[in-house]
């Protein structure tokens, strides 16, 4: 059995442009009578449709992509976006999210792409991958809270309000949890379009001393800071 999800959006062209980024090949397009397309990438297929005077910006298209390595995945969406549009976007549409663990998946670790048709791409670990341990931190929960309301329902906004409040308050989080927390709020400001929160972030977080363990234990997180800073 194959099932294909139809999304909808309002060119076709912007959404072959962008998928053929993301290392998506075209297996169909046609204009009449109605816009039509087909990309596929691998084993995954997404077909479009499209509709005059569509709003991407209220659209309520989505759909899951289970796949055995979110992160080998993540880094070929964002070679492809870095050379088609010259970074990785992070507000607006189209956009992509990292992987992070999601506290509404078992904890594992799914990104999200809001494709210019405004269509949700939610792509997370097959069923069968290891379940990571639950947060125990305060901070750390306050994290996981956050990325539901970003990653999943879509409200940034809540999400920082969230993640501000408990940088604020929590006070004894380790160093790990805190550049862990500190690293996604610079990605929701970015997100928000917040340039100068986001630089205050990211100065905050560059203060924190991490010894050799640690920074072992960050090397993806404090990778992925590093593009903040250049594509930010």
């Not at 969406?77 to 607006?92: E, I, N």
């Not at 501000?164 to 862990?180: I, K, N």
């Amino acid at each position: 059995m194959t099932v294909i999800p139809l999304l909808p959006c309002a060119s076709i062209d912007d959404m072959l442009e962008f998928y053929s980024a993301l290392g998506f090949e075209r297996t169909y397009r046609q204009t009449k009578p109605n816009p039509y397309l087909a990309m596929r990438r691998e084993d995954v297929e997404l077909h479009f449709f499209g509709i005059p005077g569509f709003k991407p910006a209220d659209s309520y298209g989505s759909c899951i992509v289970q796949v055995p390595d979110t992160g080998v995945l993540h880094r070929a969406f964002a070679d492809g976006l870095r050379t088609a549009y010259g970074k990785v976007p992070l507000s607006g549409i189209p956009r992509m999210t990292r992987p992070r663990p999601r506290k509404n998946a078992d904890g594992l670790a799914g990104f999200s792409v809001v494709d210019p048709g405004g269509n949700w791409i939610r792509i997370f670990p097959a069923p069968d991958a290891p379940t990571p341990p639950a947060a125990t931190g305060k901070l750390a929960k306050a994290l996981e809270n956050a990325v539901v309301l970003a990653d999943s329902h879509g409200d940034p906004a809540q999400a920082a309000k969230i993640l501000d409040g408990a940088l604020h308050r929590v006070t004894d989080a380790s160093a790990v949890e805190r550049v862990e927390a500190l690293a996604y709020r610079a990605e929701l400001a970015f997100t928000l379009e917040d340039p100068e929160r986001a630089a205050a972030v990211l100065d905050e977080l560059g203060g924190i001393p991490l010894n050799t363990e640690e920074r072992e234990r960050l090397a993806e997180t404090l990778a992925n800071v590093e593009e903040l800073r250049r594509e930010g």
